[in-house]
T-cell receptor, first 114, second 114 residues
Protein backbone atom coordinates (compact mmCIF):
# COMPACT_ATOMS: atom_id res chain seq x y z
CA UNK A 1 0.00 0.00 0.00
CA UNK A 2 1.28 3.45 -0.89
CA UNK A 3 1.92 5.80 1.99
CA UNK A 4 -0.38 8.43 0.53
CA UNK A 5 -3.12 7.69 -1.99
CA UNK A 6 -5.43 9.89 -3.98
CA UNK A 7 -8.01 9.24 -6.64
CA UNK A 8 -6.37 10.69 -9.77
CA UNK A 9 -9.71 11.65 -11.31
CA UNK A 10 -10.27 13.57 -13.45
CA UNK A 11 -13.19 15.17 -11.72
CA UNK A 12 -15.12 17.27 -14.21
CA UNK A 13 -17.75 19.50 -12.63
CA UNK A 14 -19.83 22.47 -13.77
CA UNK A 15 -19.22 25.93 -12.44
CA UNK A 16 -20.91 26.45 -9.11
CA UNK A 17 -20.74 22.80 -8.11
CA UNK A 18 -19.41 21.49 -4.85
CA UNK A 19 -16.68 18.91 -5.14
CA UNK A 20 -14.74 16.92 -2.56
CA UNK A 21 -11.49 14.97 -2.70
CA UNK A 22 -10.09 12.53 -0.21
CA UNK A 23 -6.54 11.47 0.47
CA UNK A 24 -5.71 8.42 2.56
CA UNK A 25 -2.48 7.86 4.43
CA UNK A 26 -1.04 4.68 5.87
CA UNK A 27 1.10 5.91 8.78
CA UNK A 28 -1.15 6.42 11.77
CA UNK A 29 1.53 8.51 13.49
CA UNK A 30 1.56 11.14 10.75
CA UNK A 31 1.67 14.61 12.18
CA UNK A 32 1.20 17.22 9.47
CA UNK A 33 -1.09 17.40 6.48
CA UNK A 34 -1.46 19.82 3.61
CA UNK A 35 -3.23 20.41 0.34
CA UNK A 36 -1.25 21.85 -2.55
CA UNK A 37 -2.52 23.08 -5.86
CA UNK A 38 -0.59 22.62 -9.08
CA UNK A 39 -1.51 24.31 -12.32
CA UNK A 40 -0.43 22.80 -15.60
CA UNK A 41 3.34 23.17 -16.15
CA UNK A 42 3.75 25.13 -12.92
CA UNK A 43 5.17 24.39 -9.51
CA UNK A 44 2.95 23.15 -6.65
CA UNK A 45 1.76 25.87 -4.33
CA UNK A 46 0.39 25.56 -0.83
CA UNK A 47 -3.39 25.78 -0.77
CA UNK A 48 -3.98 25.12 2.90
CA UNK A 49 -2.80 23.22 5.92
CA UNK A 50 -5.12 20.67 7.45
CA UNK A 51 -5.69 20.96 11.17
CA UNK A 52 -7.17 18.39 13.49
CA UNK A 53 -10.20 20.55 14.14
CA UNK A 54 -10.75 21.22 10.44
CA UNK A 55 -10.25 24.57 8.81
CA UNK A 56 -11.90 26.76 6.25
CA UNK A 57 -10.55 29.36 3.87
CA UNK A 58 -13.24 30.98 1.82
CA UNK A 59 -14.75 28.36 -0.47
CA UNK A 60 -12.26 25.70 0.66
CA UNK A 61 -12.65 23.43 3.66
CA UNK A 62 -10.07 20.91 4.79
CA UNK A 63 -10.69 18.17 7.32
CA UNK A 64 -8.70 15.45 8.98
CA UNK A 65 -10.13 12.12 10.04
CA UNK A 66 -7.47 10.39 12.13
CA UNK A 67 -9.61 7.37 12.93
CA UNK A 68 -10.01 6.51 9.24
CA UNK A 69 -6.67 8.03 8.25
CA UNK A 70 -7.72 10.41 5.55
CA UNK A 71 -7.85 14.09 4.84
CA UNK A 72 -10.42 15.80 2.67
CA UNK A 73 -10.74 18.96 0.64
CA UNK A 74 -14.13 20.44 -0.13
CA UNK A 75 -14.52 23.17 -2.73
CA UNK A 76 -17.82 25.02 -2.80
CA UNK A 77 -19.15 27.15 -5.65
CA UNK A 78 -16.46 25.94 -8.06
CA UNK A 79 -14.88 28.49 -10.36
CA UNK A 80 -13.24 27.94 -13.72
CA UNK A 81 -10.00 29.05 -12.09
CA UNK A 82 -10.18 26.12 -9.66
CA UNK A 83 -9.22 23.78 -12.51
CA UNK A 84 -5.91 22.29 -11.43
CA UNK A 85 -4.35 19.24 -9.84
CA UNK A 86 -4.70 19.01 -6.07
CA UNK A 87 -1.91 17.24 -4.21
CA UNK A 88 -2.04 16.06 -0.64
CA UNK A 89 1.08 15.96 1.46
CA UNK A 90 1.75 14.11 4.69
CA UNK A 91 4.68 14.42 7.05
CA UNK A 92 5.04 11.16 8.95
CA UNK A 93 6.06 11.47 12.59
CA UNK A 94 8.57 8.67 12.15
CA UNK A 95 10.64 11.09 10.09
CA UNK A 96 12.28 13.13 12.78
CA UNK A 97 15.55 14.89 13.37
CA UNK A 98 17.39 15.35 10.08
CA UNK A 99 14.87 13.40 8.12
CA UNK A 100 12.04 15.81 7.39
CA UNK A 101 10.57 14.04 4.40
CA UNK A 102 7.35 15.05 2.74
CA UNK A 103 5.19 12.26 1.36
CA UNK A 104 3.23 13.34 -1.69
CA UNK A 105 0.13 11.93 -3.23
CA UNK A 106 -0.04 11.69 -7.01
CA UNK A 107 -2.70 14.33 -7.19
CA UNK A 108 -6.34 14.62 -8.16
CA UNK A 109 -7.17 16.44 -11.37
CA UNK A 110 -10.13 18.83 -11.30
CA UNK A 111 -11.70 20.40 -14.33
CA UNK A 112 -14.40 23.02 -13.83
CA UNK A 113 -16.51 23.57 -16.93
CA UNK A 114 -18.61 26.59 -17.92
CA UNK B 1 7.42 33.80 -2.12
CA UNK B 2 10.16 31.88 -0.29
CA UNK B 3 12.94 33.23 -2.48
CA UNK B 4 13.73 30.05 -4.41
CA UNK B 5 15.14 30.23 -7.90
CA UNK B 6 16.11 27.40 -10.18
CA UNK B 7 18.46 27.58 -13.11
CA UNK B 8 18.31 26.88 -15.91
CA UNK B 9 14.57 26.88 -16.44
CA UNK B 10 14.84 24.85 -19.63
CA UNK B 11 17.63 22.68 -20.95
CA UNK B 12 18.12 20.26 -23.81
CA UNK B 13 21.15 18.03 -23.56
CA UNK B 14 22.57 14.99 -25.25
CA UNK B 15 22.69 11.50 -23.82
CA UNK B 16 25.90 10.86 -21.92
CA UNK B 17 26.66 14.45 -21.04
CA UNK B 18 26.81 15.72 -17.45
CA UNK B 19 24.23 18.27 -16.43
CA UNK B 20 24.02 20.40 -13.30
CA UNK B 21 20.87 22.10 -12.08
CA UNK B 22 21.06 24.82 -9.49
CA UNK B 23 18.65 25.72 -6.72
CA UNK B 24 19.23 28.96 -4.87
CA UNK B 25 17.38 30.23 -1.81
CA UNK B 26 17.73 33.56 -0.11
CA UNK B 27 16.42 32.85 3.39
CA UNK B 28 18.91 30.40 4.94
CA UNK B 29 16.48 27.53 5.27
CA UNK B 30 18.05 24.31 6.41
CA UNK B 31 16.07 21.72 4.45
CA UNK B 32 16.24 21.58 0.67
CA UNK B 33 14.94 18.94 -1.72
CA UNK B 34 15.19 17.90 -5.33
CA UNK B 35 12.19 16.21 -6.91
CA UNK B 36 11.37 15.03 -10.36
CA UNK B 37 7.83 14.97 -11.64
CA UNK B 38 6.64 12.68 -14.39
CA UNK B 39 3.15 11.78 -15.61
CA UNK B 40 1.73 8.92 -13.59
CA UNK B 41 4.44 9.13 -10.95
CA UNK B 42 3.84 12.42 -9.25
CA UNK B 43 6.62 14.05 -7.30
CA UNK B 44 9.47 11.70 -6.51
CA UNK B 45 12.28 12.65 -4.16
CA UNK B 46 15.75 12.41 -5.65
CA UNK B 47 17.94 13.77 -2.86
CA UNK B 48 17.51 16.10 0.03
CA UNK B 49 19.76 18.13 2.31
CA UNK B 50 19.45 19.03 5.96
CA UNK B 51 22.43 21.36 6.11
CA UNK B 52 25.71 22.31 4.50
CA UNK B 53 27.42 19.14 3.31
CA UNK B 54 24.61 17.05 4.83
CA UNK B 55 22.65 15.21 2.18
CA UNK B 56 20.79 11.96 1.84
CA UNK B 57 19.22 9.90 -0.90
CA UNK B 58 15.59 9.86 -1.83
CA UNK B 59 13.62 7.19 -3.61
CA UNK B 60 15.03 7.75 -7.12
CA UNK B 61 18.63 8.76 -6.51
CA UNK B 62 20.38 6.47 -9.02
CA UNK B 63 22.19 8.49 -11.67
CA UNK B 64 22.05 11.68 -9.62
CA UNK B 65 24.38 13.35 -7.17
CA UNK B 66 24.01 16.50 -5.12
CA UNK B 67 26.18 18.99 -3.36
CA UNK B 68 25.53 21.68 -0.81
CA UNK B 69 28.64 23.67 -0.04
CA UNK B 70 26.66 26.76 1.01
CA UNK B 71 23.33 27.06 2.78
CA UNK B 72 21.79 28.93 -0.11
CA UNK B 73 22.74 26.60 -2.96
CA UNK B 74 21.74 22.98 -3.61
CA UNK B 75 23.10 21.53 -6.83
CA UNK B 76 21.77 18.47 -8.63
CA UNK B 77 24.07 16.73 -11.08
CA UNK B 78 23.16 14.15 -13.65
CA UNK B 79 26.50 12.47 -14.06
CA UNK B 80 25.75 11.02 -17.50
CA UNK B 81 22.33 12.05 -18.72
CA UNK B 82 19.99 9.40 -20.09
CA UNK B 83 16.67 9.75 -21.89
CA UNK B 84 14.89 8.37 -18.80
CA UNK B 85 15.99 11.49 -16.97
CA UNK B 86 13.91 13.69 -19.23
CA UNK B 87 11.59 15.25 -16.71
CA UNK B 88 10.57 18.36 -14.84
CA UNK B 89 12.79 18.94 -11.84
CA UNK B 90 11.60 20.89 -8.84
CA UNK B 91 13.64 22.19 -5.99
CA UNK B 92 11.88 22.77 -2.69
CA UNK B 93 12.55 23.99 0.81
CA UNK B 94 10.66 23.12 3.94
CA UNK B 95 9.93 25.75 6.52
CA UNK B 96 8.60 25.27 10.00
CA UNK B 97 5.60 27.51 10.58
CA UNK B 98 4.55 27.11 14.20
CA UNK B 99 3.74 23.45 14.70
CA UNK B 100 3.56 22.78 10.97
CA UNK B 101 6.13 22.33 8.26
CA UNK B 102 5.36 23.78 4.83
CA UNK B 103 7.10 23.24 1.51
CA UNK B 104 7.80 25.92 -1.05
CA UNK B 105 8.93 25.18 -4.58
CA UNK B 106 11.03 26.71 -7.24
CA UNK B 107 9.48 27.20 -10.66
CA UNK B 108 10.95 24.01 -12.06
CA UNK B 109 13.49 23.05 -14.68
CA UNK B 110 12.34 21.27 -17.83
CA UNK B 111 15.14 18.95 -18.88
CA UNK B 112 15.09 17.07 -22.16
CA UNK B 113 17.75 14.46 -22.88
CA UNK B 114 18.00 13.60 -26.55
Amino acid sequence: RKEVEQDPGPFNVPEGATVAFNCTYSNSASQSFFWYRQDCRKEPKLLMSVYSSGNEDGRFTAQLNRASQYISLLIRDSKLSDSATYLCVVIPQRYAGNNRKLIWGLGTSLGVNP
Amino acid sequence: DAGITQSPRHKVTETGTPVTLRCHQTENHRYMYWYRQDPGHGLRLIHYSYGVKDTDKGEVSDGYSVSRSKTEDFLLTLESATSSQTSVYFCAISVRQGKNTEAFFGQGTRLTVV
